[in-house]
């Protein structure tokens, strides 16, 4: 989960996504 909805917090949301589980093949946002 992110910290809050900053373009900052999400990048850092999704480096760590990616470190973890690998580079995604479809990114969904509302």
């Known amino acids: ?3 809050d909805l ?3 917090a ?3 949301c999704l480096q760590r ?3 973890l ?3 995604p093949k479809i990114i ?3």
């Open 6 to 8: 900053s373009a900052g």
């Open 1 to 3: 989960m992110c910290e």
């Open 10 to 12: 999400f990048l850092k």
């Open 21 to 23: 589980r690998g580079v």
């Open 17 to 19: 996504f990616v470190a």
């Open 28 to 30: 969904r946002s509302d």
